[in-house]
T-cell receptor, first 115, second 111 residues
Framework: ELKVEQNPLFLSMQEGKNYTIYCNYS?????LYWYRQDPGKSLESLFVLLSNGAVKQEGRLMASLDTKARLSTLHITAAVHDLSATYFCAVAYSRSGGGADGLTFGKGTHLIIQP | KAGVTQTPRYLIKTRGQQVTLSCSPISGHRSVSWYQQTPGQGLQFLFE???????NKGNFPGRFSGRQFSNSRSEMNVSTLELGDSALYLC??????????FGPGTRLTVL
C-alpha cells in the first residue's frame, strides 16, 4: 500500500522567511504532484514532477523530486501572506490494471504566513 | 477553455437516502477521477473512469458507485447514506495519465 507522508503538518512563519515542506512516499513512482488548497476551495495544481531530479519553479515556490530517496520538497522563498494555504503532495500509483492512476495524497501542510 | 464543473455545489441529505453527483470534465479529457475529502481521512481516491469504463477503484464500500457517459461526463452515486459520508467530493479530469485538474467540489452533508 502506497503511503505518503508530509511534514510538517502545520507551519507558521513570518513574511520574508524561507522554508521547506517535505513529502516522503513509500512505493516507487515517477510522478509526483503538488497542489494548493485555500479554505473552502478546490485543489489548484502547482507542479507536476515526472522524473528523478526534476526541479520546477513558479514565483516564490520551487519543487524538486528525488525518486531514489522517494522524496519531494516544496521550497518557499521570501514568503508572503498570499501564500498562506494548505499544500498537498500526491503520488501517482501505477496499478496493474493500467490507466490513469488514482492519486494518493499526503495529509497536507497547513501554512500560515504572518506579516 | 472551461474548467471542470461539478453539480450540485452543496447538498444536504438524511441518513439512508441516496445521492447522485455530477461532473463534467474539461473538453477533450476522457479520464475522470473522484475523490473524497474529510477532515479525518484527508483526500482519498474513489474511482477513475475512462471511455465509460471504470479502470481503477479505491478502497470504498460498494455503496459508492459511478459511471461515465459517452461525452465523458461522469456521475457518482452513494446509496444508503451514512453520517460519515459527509465530505467534500472532488472530481478531477485528465487528458492522459499526467496532470489532474480538479473541479470546485460538491459539499455533501448527511444529517
Amino acid at each position: 500500500e502506497l503511503k505518503v507522508e508530509q511534514n510538517p503538518l502545520f507551519l507558521s512563519m513570518q513574511e520574508g522567511k524561507n522554508y521547506t515542506i517535505y513529502c516522503n512516499y513509500s512505493t516507487t513512482s515517477d510522478r509526483l504532484y503538488w497542489y494548493r488548497q485555500d479554505p473552502g476551495k478546490s485543489l489548484e495544481s502547482l507542479f507536476v514532477l515526472l522524473s528523478n531530479g526534476a526541479v520546477k519553479q513558479e514565483g516564490r515556490l520551487m519543487a524538486s523530486l528525488d525518486t531514489k530517496a522517494r522524496l519531494s520538497t516544496l521550497h518557499i522563498t521570501a514568503a508572503v501572506h498570499d501564500l498562506s494555504a494548505t499544500y498537498f503532495c500526491a503520488v501517482a500509483y501505477s496499478r496493474s490494471g493500467g490507466g490513469a492512476d488514482g492519486l494518493t495524497f499526503g495529509k497536507g501542510t497547513h501554512l500560515i504566513i504572518q506579516p | 477553455k472551461a474548467g471542470v464543473t461539478q453539480t450540485p455545489r452543496y447538498l444536504i441529505k438524511t441518513r439512508g437516502q441516496q445521492v447522485t453527483l455530477s461532473c463534467s470534465p474539461i473538453s477533450g479529457h476522457r479520464s475522470v477521477s473522484w475523490y473524497q475529502q474529510t477532515p479525518g481521512q484527508g483526500l482519498q481516491f474513489l474511482f477513475e473512469y475512462f471511455s465509460e469504463t471504470q479502470r481503477n477503484k479505491g478502497n470504498f464500500p460498494g455503496r459508492f458507485s459511478g459511471r461515465q457517459f459517452s461525452n465523458s461526463r461522469s456521475e457518482m452515486n452513494v446509496s444508503t447514506l451514512e453520517l460519515g459520508d459527509s465530505a467534500l467530493y472532488l472530481c478531477a479530469s485528465s487528458y492522459r495519465a499526467n496532470e489532474q485538474f480538479f473541479g470546485p467540489g460538491t459539499r455533501l452533508t448527511v444529517l
